[in-house]
């Protein structure tokens, strides 16, 4: 179970994975439109605030998320997915304390991160890490003509 720097030979999968309007919007907000081009992940990826990974579990392509830095001490965990072969697996949890392990390890103090309210296995899985809910938005996001609460939550991380 590895976080791999997120290259340019793995944007295919990513692409292949978010294989509908809905889940794109699930899993990226506002960031990308669908359908996924190799051009608009790169754009992404490429800008300097931005870490993506790729996640491997026994040598296959399991998962991605991003870190984003918001400052010297704070950072954000972004587009988290899981592909579904994985799921249920615990892959996410395993996958995201990597990630934090590695928020702490550039220094960050406190991670951050945004949920859709209805995304009920990630918010279960995002508090069983220590996350706790700050503030909701009403009225923000909006798919298919339907608002989309979003809950924002928050660690504080113990320095090594």
Known sequence: MTLLAFQKEHYKQLIDWIDSAELNYLWGGPAYQYPL?????????????????????????????????????????CRVFVAPQFRGQGVA????????????????????????????????????????EVKREQGVREFDGESWELIHMVQKLQSN
């Open 93 to 132: 949890k395993t996958m995201l304390r990597a990630l934090i392990g590695e928020a702490r390890n550039q220094g960050s103090r406190e991670i951050t991160l945004c949920v859709f309210s209805h995304n009920h296995s990630a918010i279960r899985c995002y508090q069983s890490l220590g996350f706790v």
């Open 37 to 77: 081009t190799v051009e608009s992940v790169d754009a992404h990826c490429s800008q300097a605030e931005v870490k993506p990974y790729l996640y491997a579990h026994q040598g296959q392509a399991a998962g991605f998320v991003e870190l984003y830095r918001h400052s010297n001490d704070i950072a954000r965990i």
